[in-house]
């Protein structure tokens, strides 16, 4: 018999959570198409289709969830190695070998992606306790807000362009591989170019036959990352591509880097390269919309500036509907939005505008068909997508 002993376990269940930034008011819909709420959502959530998580340490907490799913067998929402039955979304296996596991992995990596850049995250599934095969449904609603949509995979960009150009008050984030020439043709829609890779969740790289096999994913979650970063630092009406918004995080690196030939390619037909530079980084490197190049709409920041005004000066819209459509009406919706828009001007979201609301834009017969007009005339601000620099060799005697 063995002499008396102590024996110490330590069991780790400890998760490493990656920097991230926070404080962005941005709300993001990304459509679950494999069951992801099913996986690791509460009960209400799964019986409403949509599960909200608005920072990252509560959504790698998920993992460990010990709410039931309802669900036993072939039908669960996850499988353990090679076996089914755990009844809950941790429970049992409150810790897979990678984190995440079966086919809504990579919806929770592009969930786990945009929640870094400190956005609110909307996940929306068909609302049923048995199928969520269909999770954009739940986006189409307006009573639900967004600001920015993507999808986790390529594969469902159709779905989510869609409902952006019918809701006309977000922005899509969809991905494109080089020579797409079918993105979106609109200025509600948003194709890039790029795929990352990085750590696990434990923030290790693992071997698979001597191979360091790291995660990868697309990076439509991390762009839209950047634009709820862009109105944290700045303003809707701000480009989130360059150095000092378009920063992508966790990146290990780029499946593909494109050169400068790729890269032209690509923003010929409106898709928006994700590049590294050495010692600088990898950032989003574009901000071109799907509209016409003819239109200032085919750049993001103008793009969002329309959307913003829309959501803004309709809300001080809706507060004359039932009034009298006379003189003082008008004077008080001229009152109203002018600050709105001076602010706008002042945060250099435009150049100039100018507000008409009275009796020519609003004859007897507007005020006879029960309508009220104003006419707001705009003129944005242009992101810089060119720079050109000379520098010309002088000669020691010359004046400067």
Known sequence: MARPNVTVIINDESFFVPGTESGSSVRAGMPSFYNLIGAVGTTAERKSGLMESSNISNWVSRLKSNEPVGSTGSDMPFLHGDSYGNTYAGGTYARWPQGPTGD???????????????????VAGTGSDSAFLSGSDALKDKQTPLDVAF????????????????????????????????????E????????KKHLDIYRTANLTDGTIDYITTNCAADVAGCIARSDKLADP??????????QI???????SNPDNSTQDTMYENKINPIVTFPGEGTVLFGDKTGAGETSTLSRI???????YLKKTIGAAARAKLFEFNDAQ????????????????????????????CDDSNNPPAIA????FVADIFIKPTKSINFIRLTFTNKNTSDTL
């Not at 809504?104 to 909307?122: C, F, K, P, R, V």
């Not at 809701?167 to 043709?185: F, H, K, L, P, Q």
């Not at 920041?301 to 959307?307: A, G, K, Q």
């Open 104 to 122: 809504w992995e990579n919806e929770w990596w592009a969930a786990h992606n945009y929640l870094q850049y400190g956005g609110t995250l909307i």
């Open 151 to 186: 999808a986790a995979t390529g594969g469902n960009d159709t779905a989510i362009q869609g409902i952006c150009t019918n809701r006309e008050d977000c922005i899509s984030v969809t991905t494109a591989t080089a020579d797409d020439s079918s993105v979106g043709n609109d």
């Open 188 to 195: 509600f829609n948003f194709s890039v170019f790029g795929q």
């Open 237 to 246: 009406w701000w480009s989130p591509a360059g150095f000092k918004r378009g």
């Open 249 to 255: 995080l966790d990146v290990v690196s780029l499946v």
């Open 301 to 307: 920041n103008v793009s969002r500036l329309f959307i």
């Open 329 to 356: 009406t008008r004077t008080s919706f001229v009152n109203a939005v002018t600050p709105v828009l001076d602010r706008i001007q002042a945060r250099r979201g435009m150049y100039d505008f100018k507000v008409v």
């Open 368 to 371: 006879d068909a029960n309508q």
